[in-house]
């Protein structure tokens, strides 16, 4: 008996269920949606691997060498590599997460007694990228054809970890011997291995890039983060920055949603029965939404300051201005929500939606550099992205103002198009007497 | 300063020719009345009648489809922020924010008329003794009676001193004794020349209360007048009498005895005629 009326009272609330869009679409489709955004930004549909991590390469020396070398480097299927110049500075402005600069004169002086070094400028805030570039850049080296590089390669590389062939008779010709062989090997089967795509040695006791840097005889610059970088700080600042921009918009919206709050319980009537109860009481909850907002941010990023030390008091001024672009656009939209929603439980649900798709695309979750470039791209077509660059590049690329302005901009350019929608849904729905 | 159109004198309200649409249905459909100043004015009809969108219309809230509509002098389209400075309007929802004190929900609803400072301060105390509030003044209104939230209700439309007062069923959804209270405070309201447009069920309310009644139904007027108008207008009697004819002897013989003959009449009240005009069928919800 007590089961058949559990039957029922569950019969019932199905029904209630399937009657309620709102809650099949957060229960059933959200998780598959954003499975598939998360699927998406870490490998790309059908399974195909990791998304390319994006590697400026700097070729001063333009030899047969180098160019065979870089053409290797873009055969990997972990590398996007991309021409380019004034490398470092891209680097240090947060553009890549990598650049490799090869010196005027590399090829000629390869396997000589001067031989020179190959310079890895590296964002190390990016920790899972400079794994899966480690795991590309000695394939690349060793399958780049050349006999002598590789060879030079190897045996810089045994050497450096305290090996060196001329410390023992009849070493080198046996390191002739096996050459041959190991080369094979390693094109077989090294290249089809990202070594630490997953970033499962991403660690600070393990910097397998560095080890590789190191085999291969490279020097390594890390030119973002400031002086006291370090991978953990750059996850805090990123972490910090990601669920302050996320949760502004749920605060956001919720506040917003006072509107329709409002007009369920009578109060918007009386107000609109004020002699200057129009464009007021929108400007009102405009007020209202950006200053919790305002205080929200200044919570979050004060606690981040003082907790995990993110070095919000770098620029103050930065994060003033950038936080105010945030606020007014992550308003806007909040407000451009409610005004359009039927009911507060529509709201809800579709902002749920909107947000947690916003956050996943514009990098609030996982640094949008560890994304493929079509990712990127749809991402910046949200807030959340043009916030993150922001904060990522005053807090971790140390940027001020001058630095962030395009940010900025297109954030005052969303609080701008996103008010005016709330205010035209405003108008033809709150005021409109006809 | 009131704008051009503004009086002091004339009509509280006029109304001619009123339509007002939404799609192909006529919430209003030719309506007619005039109010004048110190009048109460009841607006009854059964669900769906157009009693709330007649209000809405004079309110500024609601544009006519057709007709002419002038509320103390001023066209509540064209006029309607300074018109809105002029009247109040009771909303039938309780209009007030539960999560905060009645005092500061009054101080909100007078800011927004535009009142501040000592002005302020005199007038919330004013409308807290006006609907015996004072000693709970402090309380959050999530903690009042139903009758209480009523009363508090009607004085946050009073703040702003209006000239003119709309109450769309101002008493619903409460007990028999606060209903009576609230009531009270609204019969005194006019007896101290406050003008009202008042809508109800309570019928004995509007018996009591109005000088002027407009029953509608289906969005026309179907009668408006006095309550005596609109009783004598009916031309029928509450109750049947017997009529007996007497020659003039048997008359002269019985009054002699000491019987004394009189004609009575005995109208109809508001519920008969209203059940009348409106006839006894169920309405849809307006």
Known sequence: MKLATAWILCRKDWRLFLRDRTAMLLSLALPVFLATIFAAAMGGFGGGGVGRVHLLVEDLDSSARSKNFVAELAKSETLRVEAAQDTRRRIADGKAPAALVIPAGWGAALGSAQQLQLTLYRDPGATIEQQILAGALLPALLGSGDEELARSIAMHGMSEFGFSLEQFPGMRSLFDSTWDAFGSWAREHVSKQPAAADGKEADEGFDFARIVSRIVGMRVEDVAGGEDASQKSAMQSHAISGIAVMMLLFGLVAAGGTILEEHDQGTLQRLRLAPEGGAAILLGKFLFTATLGYAQLVILFLYGGVVFSIPVFRDPLAIAVLSLAVVSAATGMGLALAVHAQSRKQLEGFSTLVILVMSALGGSWFPLIATPEWYRKLGHFTLNAWAMDGYQGILWYGKGLSGIWLEVVVLLAIALVASALASRGWKRRFLSTG | ?286
């Open chain 2, 1 to 286: 300063m009131h704008p051009p159109g503004a009086t002091r004198n004339g009509p509280a309200i006029e109304v001619r020719g009123l339509v007002r649409r939404f799609g192909a249905r006529a919430a209003i459909d030719g309506l007619d009345f005039d109010l004048q100043r110190g009048e109460a004015l009841g607006l009854l009809g059964p669900n769906g009648a157009g009693k709330t969108t007649t209000i809405r219309v004079l309110s500024t809230l609601c544009a006519p489809s057709a007709g002419n509509v002038r509320v103390l002098g001023l066209d509540p389209q064209r006029e309607a922020a300074a018109l809105r400075a002029r009247i109040g309007v009771v909303p039938q929802e309780l209009a007030l924010y539960d999560t905060l004190r009645a005092r500061e929900n009054l101080a909100f609803y007078g800011r927004m008329h535009g009142l501040s400072g000592a002005r302020l301060e005199q007038r919330v105390d004013w409308a807290l003794e006006l609907a015996g509030l004072r000693d709970r003044a402090l309380d959050l209104v999530r903690t009042y009676s139903g009758g209480m939230k009523r009363r508090l209700n009607i004085v946050a439309a009073l703040l702003h001193e209006p000239e003119l007062v709309f109450m769309d069923e101002p008493t619903v959804g409460v007990d028999p004794q606060s209903r009576n209270h609230v009531f009270e405070m609204v019969e005194r309201l006019h007896a101290e020349g406050l003008t009202l447009v008042y809508t109800t069920h309570q019928l004995g309310e509007v018996e009591r209360l109005c000088d002027r009644i407009v029953i509608l139904d289906a969005g026309r007027s179907v009668g408006q007048g006095t309550l005596a108008e609109l009783q004598r207008g009916q031309g029928r009697a509450a109750k049947a009498y017997a009529r007996v004819e007497l020659d003039e002897r048997t008359r002269a013989r019985l009054e002699g005895a000491g019987l004394e003959f009189r004609v009575e009449e005995e109208l109809p009240n508001l519920e008969a005629v209203f059940l009348a005009l409106t006839g006894r069928a169920l309405r849809d919800e307006e």
